[in-house]
T-cell receptor, first 109, second 112 residues
């Protein structure tokens, strides 16, 4: 079983839709959580960190559930430019960063 | 500010050849990482270095060696390339204390 698991998708949604992704992690010692975005054939870039109390950045909301060991990302009012792969990342102890396989989002007009 | 610089961007090797992928960061980060990315597999950690002078294995270290030459540089070596090592390789650095990691642009390696 992978340490970090995501539904690969693709999620095909129309512009303006709300879409949510979940990610589960197996190591209860995980300490930090992130969502990264990766465009086709490009390097991953940080979208947002995920805090225990949940956090929001514009149209993006991230939640953490330590008891169930999952994190989520909600995107409201989807834009064409949101089309990308979203990577769930967890880290623990010596800053070891473990990536999920990614969830592909395609927003259509 | 260059961030994380990887060289080369593209490489074709024959089976059995060796090569070193170079990575340098100018953000004074303690932690550096090497990942490979294959279709459907996501990014898999090969090796990482939490500080200058230390290196640790990740998920898929077999067939690779690394060297943390100084705080800025972290190289990845393939001693005897195999077709299974055809992949996109990313180097990253982070500030430690579980903060954001910044990635290089990747090296597209093909082993024939």
């Amino acid at each position: 079983r992978k340490e970090v698991e995501q539904d690969p998708g693709p999620f095909n949604v129309p512009e303006g839709a709300t879409v949510a992704f979940n990610c589960t992690y197996s190591n209860s010692a995980s300490q930090s959580f992130f969502w990264y975005r990766q465009d086709c054939r490009k390097e991953p870039k940080l979208l947002m960190s995920v805090y225990s109390s949940g956090n929001e950045d514009g149209r993006f909301t991230a939640q953490l559930n330590r008891a169930s060991q999952y994190i989520s990302l909600l995107i409201r009012d989807s834009k064409l430019s949101d089309s990308a792969t979203y990577l769930c990342v967890v880290s623990y102890n010596t800053d070891k960063l473990i990536f999920g396989t990614g969830t592909r989002l395609q927003v259509f007009p | 500010n260059a961030g994380v610089t990887q060289t080369p961007k593209f490489q074709v090797l024959k089976t059995g050849q060796s090569m070193t992928l170079q990575c340098a960061q100018d953000m004074n980060h303690n932690s550096m990482y090497w990942y490979r990315q294959d279709p459907g597999m996501g990014l898999r950690l090969i090796y990482y270095s939490a500080s200058e002078g230390t290196t640790d294995k990740g998920e898929v270290p077999n067939g690779y060696n690394v060297s943390r030459l100084n705080k800025r540089e972290f190289s990845l070596r393939l001693e005897s390339a195999a077709p299974s090592q055809t992949s996109v390789y990313f180097c990253a650095s982070g500030g430690g204390d579980h903060t954001e990691a910044f990635f290089g642009q990747g090296t597209r390696l093909t082993v024939v």
